[in-house]
């Protein structure tokens, strides 16, 4: 039974953070760290549940935007990604426009949506859009290009329509590289969302973040970003249940 808990896989996870935070203790006393350069832990877990109410309420903005730019990175990336993987033509415009547009710094743009869109969500989103959509176009394009020939050959030998080989081989076989993608991009569509919320906003995880620094405190900045990660975590086992099902 010891062996099978031990397994688990939360288990392994929590046990390292765990010893991290215990090292992390040990490592202010040992150095003499002062608390406004790197708070302790329990400082850390006690504004934690001190503002817990004010960071539950914050979070709703923030995962908004990032599901929203999620959810438009799959839906727009996924067809494109298709285009991509079965015309040599659309390959040839498209994917150096997409490699040129992952070069460009996010935070640099960021204040031009705030300026076309104002200060609500539809900023947040086109930024977590923006992050998103790279790693859902390239491992889709990877996952349709990686279909056997061979497999294709016999179903069209078998007399296959087009829509019968795209759903019967082509998407079964290209899933698993698609939701590999849809991990990466539902991590980066929250870093695209609080990105968002630095630059324009007065809601959200990233305004906590700013006051929290404009204001030196450092235990809620740390709280907040705990916060943010397991945003980022839930979102990830999400996707996994759903490549699961």
């Known amino acids: 039974t ?21 090292l992390w203790d040990l490592a202010i006393r040992f150095f003499n760290v002062p608390a406004y350069l790197v708070p302790t832990p329990f ?7 001190k503002e817990w109410p004010m960071l539950l309420k914050e979070v709703g903005p923030t995962t908004w935007a990032a599901v929203g730019g999620f959810a438009l990175s799959v839906l727009v990336g996924v067809p494109i990604a298709m285009l991509i993987a079965y015309s040599k033509l ?4 498209v994917y150096p426009l997409l490699v040129f547009s ?8 960021a204040p031009l949506f705030v300026v076309w869109f104002g200060f609500g969500i539809i900023p947040k989103i086109i930024v977590a859009f923006l992050l998103g959509i790279f790693p859902v176009v390239v491992s889709t394009v990877m996952g349709f290009k990686s279909v056997e020939q061979d497999m294709i050959d016999l179903a069209r030998s078998m007399g296959s ?5 795209f759903f019967k081989i082509n998407l079964p076989q290209a899933l698993p590289a698609i939701f590999s993608g849809m991990k990466v991009s539902v991590t980066l569509a929250v870093v695209g969302a609080v990105v968002g919320e630095f630059v324009g906003s007065n809601s959200g995880i990233g305004y906590v973040l700013q006051k929290a620094n404009g204001n030196f405190d450092l235990p ?7 916060v943010l990660s ?3 975590v839930i979102l990830f086992a999400l996707i996994d249940f759903l490549e699961s099902l």
Do not use: H
Not at 220 to 226: C, D, E, G, H, T
């Open 2 to 22: 010891m062996n099978i808990i031990l397994n688990s896989v939360w288990v392994r996870p929590c046990l390292l953070i765990i010893v991290m935070l215990i």
């Open 43 to 49: 400082s850390v877990v006690e504004q934690l549940w």
């Open 90 to 93: 659309v390959e040839s415009y």
């Open 102 to 109: 992952q070069s460009v710094p996010k935070i640099a743009i």
């Open 161 to 165: 329509t087009r829509l019968q080989m």
């Open 220 to 226: 809620l900045m740390f709280a907040a970003l705990v």
């Open 230 to 232: 397991m945003m980022g």
